[in-house]
């Protein structure tokens, strides 16, 4: 896989939240907290199942922390390190 950034992570990951899950169609901001914009546990899981299977990145369950999915840029940060692997 190639590499791919943080920021077309949390596009992407911004896209399906608003559209498959919010059903806002867009009006999800790459900052704001999930627990503000209303993004459940369950939706929450189902937006890690949607990054690691876009880009091919396993997302193990001691990196879902709070500091890690409190919003699209602190989960997309999360899956652009663990796609870059290993340093």
Known sequence: MS???ADEIC???RDFLS????GDGGSLQ????FADAGVDSF????????????FGV?????RLTREHV???RTLGA????LAAGPR
């Open 19 to 22: 559209v498959q899950v919010l």
């Open 70 to 72: 409190r919003s699209v």
């Open 11 to 13: 596009c992407e990951l």
């Open 30 to 33: 790459t900052d704001t907290p």
């Open 43 to 54: 939706a929450l899981m189902e937006a890690v199942l949607f990054v690691e299977r876009r």
């Open 3 to 5: 590499v791919v950034s």
């Open 58 to 62: 396993a997302v193990p369950l001691e």
């Open 78 to 81: 999360c899956v652009a390190e």
